[in-house]
């Protein structure tokens, strides 16, 4: 018998021969996975990211054109861990592409790939928040991570395209030699936050707090997702005074007014840190993001 699983690789590289060296068709989630798979597969690969960076992943807007992309992919990667949860179902099921169905070669889901943090035990109800119920969907923003993502997506590519899994491999190896190399400068830039204490808007930067050394010990949101009201603020306003908190950490598309108010009445130093490849203009691959988010927090701090 032969089974669907079976012939779904040879289907694939049908597909992928009768098109000369045409390149594989990686369409991702977020613009973060685009520059990882751009990195990696270089000239072998044609990527585009359903969102922009300069949107919160948690929420997007199928339209058409999202769903002819997911429709021609060979490969899909998402973030996974519910990040996507609103919206990608429904576009999957119109999309009608089986290649990139989850549990297919053509899908896949690099939450996988790295440690998860914030995963919560026992059942979860919607009171501990509307997003973040498979643990914090967050985590590209550990540059450690980012060499697990970009050795899982190699190896997908070169299984999918594998005349060109060295290439995948060797363009991999590349990227984590230069990604060591640049955490240690970022370390060493950012080493007086060290156990510092700092807020953060959304529970987002948990990961990046973890790779380098400062402590997120409150949210304006008083749960992931829901926002915050004139009464969670106040005893925000006073826990920031009484453990004499610093920094509040936000991305650019979350409302300003709540960061303006704490920083009004505490002097609190607000960062718009951007979260993603493609938030602002300039930050174009993984290694653009970090430089801008350790140049941001000094400039932070200057002011
Ligand atoms: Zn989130």
């Known amino acids: 018998m032969i089974r669907l699983h079976n012939i ?17 068709r990686v369409v991702t ?3 973060d996975l685009a520059a990882l798979a751009e990195t990696v597969g270089g000239e072998y690969v044609k990527v585009q990211s359903l969102t922009p960076g300069t949107s919160d992943p948690h929420f997007a807007v199928a339209k058409p054109s999202m769903i002819r992309k997911v429709f021609r992919a060979d490969l899909l990667l998402v973030i996974g861990a519910d990040m996507e ?13 089986i290649r990139v169905q989850p549990g297919n070669p053509g899908h896949l889901d690099l939450s996988g790939a790295v440690p998860i943090l914030g995963k919560l035990s026992g059942s979860v109800s919607r009171a501990l928040g509307d997003v973040h119920a498979k ?7 550990d540059p450690r991570n980012g060499v697990h993502m970009a050795r899982a997506i190699a ?4 299984k999918l395209d594998p005349e060109h899994a060295a290439e995948y491999e060797r363009r991999f190896r590349a990227f984590e030699q230069t990604l060591n190399d640049k955490l240690l400068v970022w370390q060493a830039t950012l080493s007086h936050l060290k156990g510092k204490p700092v807020v953060a808007y959304h529970t987002s930067f948990i ?11 409150d949210e304006v949101e008083p749960k992931p997702g829901i926002a ?20 509040l950490i936000m991305e650019p598309y979350y409302e300003r007014r709540s960061a303006r108010y704490l920083n009004e009445h505490t002097g609190i130093h607000v960062a718009v840190l951007p979260q993603s490849v493609g938030a602002r203009k300039g930050i174009d691959s993984y290694f653009d993001l970090f430089d801008a988010i350790v140049i941001e927090l000094l400039n932070t701090e200057e002011n």
Do not use: C, E, K
């Open 135 to 141: 643990g914090n969907p967050h985590y590209w923003l």
């Open 8 to 24: 779904l690789p040879a289907l694939f590289l049908l597909t992928f021969s009768a098109t000369g060296h045409a390149a594989l």
């Open 228 to 247: 915050p009201s004139a009464a969670s603020l106040s005893a925000l306003l006073a826990r920031i005074t009484a453990d004499r908190i610093g920094f």
């Open 155 to 158: 190896a997908r590519l070169g």
């Open 207 to 217: 990961y990046l707090a973890d790779a380098f050394g400062f402590r997120i010990v």
């Open 85 to 97: 949860i609103g919206w990608l179902p429904p576009l999957l099921q119109a999309a009608r592409n």
């Open 29 to 31: 989630t977020t613009q």
